[in-house]
């Protein structure tokens, strides 16, 4: 008998300024946005309800990447964003996410268990509220707290504006409608386990400034065993979203745990988001074979600080030989710093000894199906410098 | 028409501004200086006439934070102490080199090696992207070696300064020397939290 | 388009008690404030109970009994002197403060002496000056509104002919900060708290005001 087919692939690639439109009503839409340094996924699951997980900026105007979409293609996010979730705290992660708070009043919000601990809000109110500077994650969470604090004290006693995430837990449903659009939508975080929370914590202590100490920006530290792995089910479609999420020696802790779970949803996902920039560290075989379809479609956001690109080459071949259907939000290329003034040039040349431009253009995945059952017949479409992930070091 | 005027900490001299009526005035010269606004005194010499307009006058020791010479109520303590102590006053504490600003970032050290530091760059003049550089230690003034820590943060300015009467091209990093850590920082950091947590678990309600 | 500032500075005003022989250049440095190099280098004006003035590379500090100031005229150092102020009153935190200003001042080159006078008619329309006297110009003009925020205080900003860039404008803005409750309040952590968390905004809208009133003139 031969398996049954689970999905046709209808390649398009949209350059430059082409007509962006809105998905139809009953259209499952996964949108992966990512400049270069930083990375936000917007899905809708239909009657124009949409899930957020993360927030970067875009690299011209600044302001959050998914919000400028939204607003393009006709959509007010302040009614549409039912759901944001900050799956870790890495300003790589939450950049603009207190603004997209701030105009999503009605959605609910979810972050990891451990990023409601004692400690790690000791840590936001020791350093977020420094101003220490401009893009921390830190101080991103501080401006959140800010907002929802003067939410929950205006709405006298509802306290479930900041729900945590942790392993096998259902965190959102979509709510039942009669609107012949409606889908339903389960969202199920599978991540952290109670001894990565345990591990998270630990290592956010050994963050916190003590006296006497310098006052300097808090550095993310890997691995991170705060992040939020997502298992989103629409309709009969699997999403799988990995965040950050590395695997470790410890099988209590990463995606051992995860895949061995026999409390968390079955199925397997048509789309991954791959984790950690598609790093050697956060890949996992059992997840391939036992969470995901063959040859699923799979996206990531590239990495790159100092003399680290993430993906390297051999993620590149080992991610293409798991599915021919994965792509890069953006390219490896650092460019050289745009041109400036002659004088600010040569000062430049004199002073450093290297120097490259990190951001450049955000890249934008974006799939969209009318199917809710296979088998599912995607259209994707590429922007920006979003490019399949083949073509990676080819560029 | 006049404005009556009531003396009373709720009488708001410009809404009847338009009037211009002695009113108004009267109030305004009950208030002599903006309390917070900078003027710096001239402490060491009679108020002087004022001074030619639309003529730069770099010789003149005026501060550059300032544009005129305003006069002011100099407190009766320290009038004594500068005609005791300091009758012929020349120097004037003023700042005397400028700096025509062309590009500017706020960094934060990401990794340091025996004579660099890698340090990502967000540029603070066109918002525009942000970068990667390595800069070798010794670009970095000696007082502020210490300083120099992964997480660190430092402002790197590049423009024209103008010096004793020269201009030149300058590179200037400098590292934020950010007060140390205080027991009662932390500890109101750790109250804030306590706070927080208990109200989002719903322990506490306002 | 508005050019950029030729020259460009922020000072902070402080009204309060101080003891100003506290601050000496080699106290600032030994608090690791400033560099040691910059208080061995420092141009001391005066140091005496009750008036401290002196000057480095970049900065400018002038304290009496009832009054501090520190200032810069050079853009690299606009954030270095917040943290400087920060880090001293965070140290003397038990110093009283009221009140609190925010001061920027620039100095911007107009694109010329036409350019130049457009702003002063601009800002004060002469057509009733022309009748009261001859070849009026405007000299000063001082404007003050409330806060936009919850703070107590206000904003004013003063315009005037620049005295140090040919066919210039000067634009001083004073951001005034006030306690609500002056006499509950001890030491200055209020006011430096306030400093902290507005610097950034204050200094983006003086730099907006300044702007917007170069492009509307």
């Given at each position: 008998?031969?398996?049954?087919?689970?999905?046709?692939?209808?390649?398009?690639?949209?350059?430059?300024?082409?007509?962006?439109?809105?998905?139809?009503?009953?259209?499952?839409?996964?949108?992966?946005?990512?400049?270069?340094?930083?990375?936000?996924?917007?899905?809708?699951?239909?009657d124009?309800?949409?899930?957020?997980?993360?927030?970067?900026?875009?690299?011209?105007?600044?302001?959050?990447?998914?919000?400028?979409?939204?607003?393009?293609?006709?959509?007010?996010?302040?009614?549409?964003?039912?759901?944001?979730?900050?799956?870790?705290?890495?300003?790589?992660?939450?950049?603009?996410?207190?603004?997209?708070?701030?105009q999503?009043?009605?959605?609910?919000?979810?972050?990891?268990?451990?990023?409601?601990?004692k400690?790690?809000?000791?840590?936001?109110?020791?350093?977020?509220?420094?101003?220490?500077?401009?893009?921390?994650?830190?101080?991103?969470?501080?401006?959140?707290?800010?907002i929802?604090?003067?939410?929950?004290?205006?709405?006298?006693?509802?306290?479930?504006?900041?729900?945590?995430?942790?392993?096998?837990?259902?965190?959102?449903?979509?709510s039942?409608?009669?609107?012949?659009?409606?889908?339903?939508?389960?969202?199920?975080?599978?991540?952290?386990?109670?001894?990565?929370?345990?591990?998270?914590?630990?290592n956010?202590?050994?963050?916190?400034?003590?006296?006497?100490?310098l006052?300097?920006r808090?550095?993310a530290?890997?691995?991170?065993?705060?992040?939020?792995?997502?298992?989103?089910?629409?309709?009969?479609?699997?999403?799988?979203?990995?965040?950050?999420?590395?695997?470790?020696?410890?099988?209590?802790?990463?995606?051992?745990?995860?895949?061995?779970?026999?409390?968390?949803?079955?199925?397997?996902?048509?789309?991954?988001k791959?984790?950690?920039?598609?790093?050697?560290?956060?890949?996992?075989?059992?997840?391939?074979?036992?969470?995901?379809?063959?040859?699923?479609?799979?996206?990531?956001?590239?990495?790159?600080?100092?003399?680290?690109?993430?993906?390297?080459?051999?993620?590149?071949?080992?991610?293409?030989?798991?599915?021919?259907?994965?792509?890069?939000?953006?390219?490896?290329?650092?460019?050289?710093?745009?041109?400036?003034?002659?004088?600010?040039?040569?000062?430049?040349?004199?002073?450093?000894?290297?120097?490259?431009?990190?951001?450049?253009?955000?890249?934008?995945?974006?799939?969209?199906?009318?199917?809710?059952?296979?088998?599912?017949?995607?259209?994707?479409?590429l922007?920006?410098?979003?490019?399949?992930?083949?073509?990676?070091?080819?560029? | 028409?006049?404005?009556?005027?009531?003396?009373?900490?709720?009488?708001?001299?410009?809404?009847?501004?338009a009037?211009?009526?002695?009113?108004?005035?009267?109030y305004?010269?009950?208030?002599?200086e903006?309390?917070?606004?900078?003027?710096i005194?001239?402490?060491?010499?009679?108020?002087?006439?004022?001074?030619?307009?639309?003529?730069p006058?770099?010789?003149?020791?005026?501060?550059?934070?300032?544009?005129?010479?305003?006069?002011?109520?100099?407190?009766?303590?320290v009038?004594?102490?500068?005609?005791?102590?300091?009758?012929n006053?020349?120097?004037?504490?003023?700042?005397?080199?400028?700096?025509?600003?062309?590009?500017?970032?706020?960094?934060?050290?990401?990794?340091?090696?025996?004579?660099?530091?890698?340090?990502?760059?967000?540029?603070?003049?066109?918002?525009?992207?942000e970068?990667?550089?390595?800069?070798?230690?010794?670009?970095?003034?000696?007082?502020?070696?210490?300083?120099v820590?992964?997480g660190?943060?430092?402002?790197?300015?590049?423009?024209?300064?103008?010096?004793?009467?020269?201009?030149?091209?300058?590179?200037?990093?400098?590292?934020?020397?950010?007060?140390?850590?205080?027991?009662?920082?932390?500890?109101?950091?750790?109250?804030?939290?306590?706070?927080?947590?208990?109200?989002?678990?719903g322990?506490?309600?306002? | 388009?508005?050019?950029k500032?030729?020259?460009?500075?922020?000072?902070?005003?402080?009204?309060?008690?101080?003891?100003?022989?506290?601050?000496?250049?080699a106290?600032?440095?030994?608090?690791?404030?400033?560099?040691?190099?910059?208080a061995?280098?420092?141009?001391?004006?005066?140091?005496?109970?009750?008036?401290?003035?002196?000057?480095?590379d970049w900065?400018?500090?002038?304290?009496?009994?009832?009054?501090?100031?520190?200032?810069?005229?050079?853009?690299?150092?606009?954030?270095?002197?917040?943290?400087?102020?920060?880090?001293?009153?965070?140290?003397?935190?038990?110093?009283?403060?009221?009140?609190?200003?925010?001061?920027?001042?620039?100095?911007?080159?107009?694109?010329s002496?036409?350019?130049?006078h457009?702003?002063?008619?601009r800002?004060?329309?002469?057509?009733?000056?022309?009748?009261?006297?001859k070849?009026?110009?405007l000299?000063?003009?001082?404007?003050?509104?409330?806060?936009?925020?919850?703070?107590?205080?206000?904003?004013?900003?003063?315009?005037?002919?620049?005295?140090?860039?040919?066919?210039?404008?000067?634009?001083?803005?004073?951001?005034?900060?006030?306690?609500?409750?002056?006499?509950?309040?001890?030491?200055?952590?209020?006011?430096?708290?306030?400093?902290e968390?507005?610097?950034k905004?204050?200094?983006?809208?003086?730099?907006?005001?300044?702007?917007?009133?170069?492009?509307?003139?």
């Amino acid at each position: 008998m031969q398996p049954r087919k689970m999905q046709n692939i209808h390649r398009s690639y949209l350059k430059g300024t082409s007509k962006i439109d809105a998905p139809e009503k009953k259209e499952i839409e996964i949108s992966l946005f990512g400049p270069g340094y930083g990375e936000s996924i917007l899905i809708h699951v239909g009657d124009n309800n949409w899930l957020l997980i993360d927030s970067c900026l875009d690299s011209v105007n600044k302001e959050p990447s998914p919000i400028i979409y939204l607003r393009n293609i006709g959509i007010d996010p302040s009614k549409a964003i039912k759901l944001i979730v900050a799956s870790h705290w890495h300003d790589d992660h939450v950049r603009g996410l207190a603004e997209v708070i701030r105009q999503c009043s009605s959605a609910e919000f979810v972050v990891s268990n451990a990023l409601r601990s004692k400690e790690f809000l000791t840590l936001v109110y020791a350093l977020g509220r420094r101003s220490m500077m401009e893009t921390s994650g830190v101080q991103e969470f501080y401006q959140i707290l800010e907002i929802l604090k003067e939410r929950l004290q205006s709405k006298h006693g509802n306290s479930q504006l900041l729900k945590h995430a942790i392993s096998d837990r259902l965190i959102w449903r979509s709510s039942t409608s009669s609107s012949a659009y409606h889908l339903s939508c389960d969202v199920y975080s599978l991540s952290p386990s109670d001894e990565s929370t345990t591990i998270a914590l630990k290592n956010i202590g050994n963050l916190l400034p003590v006296e006497g100490q310098l006052k300097t920006r808090a550095l993310a530290i890997t691995p991170n065993h705060a992040a939020v792995v997502l298992w989103i089910k629409v309709g009969s479609i699997y999403i799988l979203l990995g965040s950050d999420l590395e695997e470790t020696d410890n099988p209590n802790t990463g995606w051992s745990i995860i895949v061995d779970s026999t409390t968390r949803p079955q199925g397997k996902a048509v789309f991954f988001k791959i984790p950690h920039h598609g790093s050697e560290n956060a890949d996992y075989k059992p997840v391939w074979d036992r969470m995901l379809i063959p040859n699923p479609l799979a996206g990531l956001t590239p990495f790159i600080q100092g003399n680290v690109i993430l993906p390297k080459k051999s993620d590149v071949t080992r991610i293409c030989q798991r599915t021919q259907n994965a792509y890069s939000t953006a390219l490896p290329r650092q460019k050289r710093l745009r041109h400036r003034d002659k004088t600010v040039e040569k000062a430049i040349r004199e002073t450093v000894k290297k120097i490259k431009e990190i951001t450049s253009s955000t890249g934008h995945i974006r799939l969209r199906s009318k199917d809710i059952e296979p088998p599912i017949n995607w259209k994707i479409a590429l922007f920006g410098d979003a490019i399949p992930l083949h073509e990676f070091y080819e560029n | 028409m006049k404005a009556k005027a009531k003396r009373n900490r709720n009488y708001d001299p410009f809404q009847y501004a338009a009037f211009s009526g002695s009113a108004a005035l009267d109030y305004l010269n009950l208030r002599k200086e903006e309390p917070t606004a900078p003027s710096i005194k001239r402490h060491f010499f009679p108020p002087s006439d004022a001074p030619d307009y639309n003529k730069p006058d770099w010789a003149s020791e005026m501060s550059d934070l300032e544009n005129t010479s305003h006069t002011q109520e100099i407190p009766e303590d320290v009038k004594e102490v500068t005609q005791k102590y300091v009758p012929n006053i020349i120097s004037r504490p003023l700042i005397k080199n400028r700096f025509l600003e062309l590009q500017k970032w706020e960094g934060i050290v990401l990794q340091i090696s025996k004579d660099s530091m890698v340090a990502r760059l967000i540029d603070l003049s066109e918002k525009e992207s942000e970068g990667e550089a390595e800069f070798a230690l010794d670009e970095i003034h000696s007082d502020d070696l210490p300083l120099v820590k992964p997480g660190a943060i430092f402002y790197w300015t590049i423009g024209y300064l103008d010096k004793g009467g020269q201009r030149i091209r300058a590179s200037i990093i400098r590292f934020r020397r950010l007060p140390r850590w205080r027991t009662e920082e932390l500890d109101a950091a750790k109250k804030d939290a306590e706070y927080t947590q208990k109200l989002f678990k719903g322990d506490q309600q306002d | 388009m508005v050019k950029k500032p030729e020259i460009e500075g922020m000072n902070i005003v402080f009204r309060g008690d101080f003891n100003p022989k506290i601050f000496q250049p080699a106290w600032f440095a030994a608090q690791g404030l400033i560099r040691n190099e910059e208080a061995d280098e420092a141009t001391v004006e005066i140091i005496h109970p009750t008036i401290v003035v002196f000057t480095l590379d970049w900065l400018q500090i002038q304290i009496e009994p009832n009054r501090f100031y520190a200032g810069t005229n050079q853009s690299p150092y606009i954030e270095i002197l917040k943290d400087l102020i920060l880090g001293t009153f965070r140290i003397l935190n038990h110093t009283p403060i009221k009140m609190m200003g925010i001061n920027y001042n620039s100095h911007f080159p107009m694109d010329s002496e036409d350019a130049w006078h457009d702003v002063g008619h601009r800002v004060a329309p002469k057509d009733m000056w022309n009748k009261i006297l001859k070849k009026p110009g405007l000299r000063s003009l001082t404007m003050q509104g409330e806060r936009p925020d919850d703070h107590k205080g206000h904003i004013a900003v003063r315009i005037e002919p620049s005295n140090r860039v040919r066919h210039g404008i000067f634009i001083n803005i004073n951001d005034h900060y006030e306690l609500k409750d002056p006499e509950s309040v001890l030491g200055c952590e209020a006011i430096i708290d306030m400093l902290e968390s507005e610097w950034k905004t204050s200094v983006t809208r003086s730099q907006r005001i300044a702007i917007t009133i170069l492009e509307q003139a």
